[in-house]
């Protein structure tokens, strides 16, 4: 009964933004939506709302008859049928509930003869018919079931607590925040930035979505985390092959205080078995002792191209597809064997103030909130395949990625600054404000995201990207 209460009280939230005249009634083991348009106009997307709502098993379309006698239940099948039947074989089936003179098998033979005699079908097929018949009676009330939809399943949104999902835009990380929404847990989200101001937006647009398709019967909230001072300690003074499982210490350090902070009782993340070096067993169990939450991995024994099915499923791909992960570009050969008396040797070289201030710079907003912030236009930024005279390339790899292919660009100048010095080099004025500087890394991404940032704050910043 709690589950129907809170089934109810979510429905009724979500379709009173559609038209506030929609009735949700509870009956027993289903609900009934009775919408006022007699045109029917709104239907189609009612019905698209309630086919993405936690807790919907299915959903059936239905002409609703008083019981009073089977002709008049004969003729408005007919009416829905007669057409669909011809040339094809069909099943009565009757679902019955309260006390009644007949039974189901009663109803099911009645209206199947009729529909039999009255029709050109192939006839009644009661193994493997073309065409099934639904008919369900409660009490004095009679439903033929025009359409018959499976529904997203799962349970009533917010009867299962609250957790929050460490999201990061790609594909693990949206579908494990909708598996965590569908099993009917009140998802919050929270985004470590590595990457600036268009990664956030871009990862805002994907929780927002996820939002509003699957859970916005509930306020939930958005929380960034500022973590490229993290990054930069992490690199500065972390041996290379433990960046990245001291990098999801922190994270997990910083979203289980979050999680406290905000009475949630656990952690969501994307992480499967053997995906990439972070998710060894070794490792997830490392990673696991940063923080005494609990934490759900929905996706943890799943295959690749079964999560990717799925985002196309839900509709994330196209926001997902353009977002990399960011974790992995911080180390060149990352250990797959994490040791915690390692790691505490590591992070013993850690100036745990900076992850205190990056938590205390932490921005908590209702996600909500964020319907219309993130439809700003994306920065226009300038991108080079020469470079001109006078502008200034700045190498932003990471050493280990710089020493093996050095940027050799004859008669120009070139600066090497890794990309967590870049912000600080440019917030100090270490830099000419007439000169061009173009930013440069392998494949592009880092240097298109802090680009866009050092506009911000009044570079002349662009990208370098040889042919």
């Known amino acids: 009964m709690h589950f129907v209460k809170q089934f109810t009280r979510n429905l009724r939230a979500i379709l009173r933004k559609v038209d506030e005249r929609i009735v949700v009634s509870s009956k027993r083991n289903f609900l009934e939506v009775n919408s006022p348009d007699e045109s029917g106009d709104i239907n189609p997307f009612v019905e698209e709302i309630l086919l993405s709502i936690p807790g919907v098993a299915s ?27 011809r040339g094809k074989s069909f099943a009565v089936r009757c679902k019955r509930a309260g006390k009644h003179s007949f039974t189901s098998v009663d109803v099911e033979k009645i209206i199947g003869a009729g529909l039999n005699q009255n029709t050109s079908s192939l006839g009644v097929n009661l193994s493997k018919p073309h065409i099934t018949v639904r008919l ?14 499976e529904g997203l399943g799962g349970y009533p949104l917010g009867t299962q607590g609250g957790v929050l999902s460490l999201i990061s835009g790609g594909f693990d990380s949206a579908v494990s925040s909708y598996l965590s929404i569908r099993r009917g847990l009140l998802t919050h989200y929270c985004f470590f930035n590595l990457g600036g101001r268009e990664h956030e937006i871009a990862v805002k ?86 923080s005494d939450k609990l934490v759900l991995r929905p996706l943890i024994m799943s295959e690749k191209q079964d999560i990717i099915d799925l985002v196309r499923k839900i509709g994330t791909e196209e926001f997902s597809a353009a977002i990399p992960e960011y974790c992995g570009v911080i180390s060149v050969n990352p250990t797959t064997k994490a040791r915690q008396h390692r790691i505490e040797r590591e992070e013993e070289r850690f100036d745990f103030s900076i992850l205190e201030t990056a938590l205390a710079e932490t921005k908590i907003l209702t996600i909500d909130k964020l319907l219309g912030v993130e ?20 190498d932003i790899r990471h050493p280990d990625e710089e020493e093996p292919s050095p940027l050799n660009i004859p008669n120009r100048e070139i600066q090497k600054v890794p990309f967590f010095k870049l912000n600080s080099m440019f917030e100090h004025n270490n830099i000419d404000q007439e000169t061009q500087y173009l930013l440069y890394c392998d494949k592009g991404m880092m240097s298109r995201l802090h680009a866009s940032y050092l506009i911000q704050i009044g570079g002349m910043v662009g990208v370098y990207r040889p042919s």
Request: charged residues 20%; without cysteine; glycine residues 4%.
């Open 136 to 149: 369900e009676i409660r009490e004095q009330d009679v439903f033929i079931v025009d359409e018959l939809k």
């Open 205 to 290: 647009e994907v929780a927002l979505y996820l939002w509003m398709r699957y859970g916005s019967s509930h306020r939930v909230k958005f929380i960034s985390v500022p973590f490229e001072a993290v990054v930069g300690e992490i690199i500065g003074k972390v041996d290379n092959a433990q960046m990245v499982v001291i990098l999801k210490h922190m994270m997990f350090r910083a979203a289980g205080k979050l999680a406290t902070q905000l009475n949630l009782d656990a952690l969501v993340t994307g992480e499967a078995v053997a995906q990439v070096s972070s998710q060894t067993l070794p490792n997830l169990a490392v990673i696991d002792g940063a």
């Open 59 to 85: 959903i059936a379309s239905t002409i609703h008859l008083p019981l009073d006698n089977f002709e008049n239940i004969l003729s408005h099948t007919l009416a829905l049928f007669t057409e669909r039947l």
């Open 375 to 394: 439809k700003e236009s994306p920065i226009e930024l300038l991108e080079l395949e020469v470079v001109p005279e006078q502008a200034v390339v700045i």
